[in-house]
Nanobody, 125 residues
């Protein structure tokens, strides 16, 4: 089992940047594909970005492609989400998730067995 803790959320202005981090417990982090999801008020949870075990395969939602960058450091048991050119529609609670069953990331939320508690990102002037 793995525990995930997100950090780095907060308030940013439109056009600004934030960097989210997800720290994972346990010695098997490198075996998991990892993903970031988000959920805005009144909306369903949606996939944001995913990264394979060795970072060789990366997926982005069309809405964040070119603005967000996912990365991981298996030595530090962490996965980050660099968010640039933020828009008000990026406002949501962002969740880190781990998929122990696949070598490559999937956009399907139900495939991820472990989830963090979430961190709030608010983009507003």
């Amino acid at each position: 089992q793995v525990q995930l803790v997100e950090s780095g959320g907060g308030l940013a202005q439109p056009g600004g940047s934030l960097r989210l981090s997800c720290a994972a417990s346990g010695r098997t982090f490198s075996r998991y594909a990892m993903g970031w999801f988000r959920q805005a008020p009144g909306k369903e949870r949606e996939f944001v970005a995913g990264i394979s075990r060795t970072s060789g395969n990366i997926l982005y939602a069309d809405s964040v492609k070119g603005r967000f960058t996912i990365s991981r450091d298996n030595a530090k048991n962490s996965v980050d989400l660099q968010m640039n050119s933020l828009k008000p529609e990026d406002t949501a609670v962002y969740y880190c998730a781990a998929d122990p069953a696949r070598t490559v990331p999937t956009t399907l939320g139900y495939a991820y067995a472990y989830w963090g508690q979430g961190t709030q990102v608010t983009v507003s002037s």
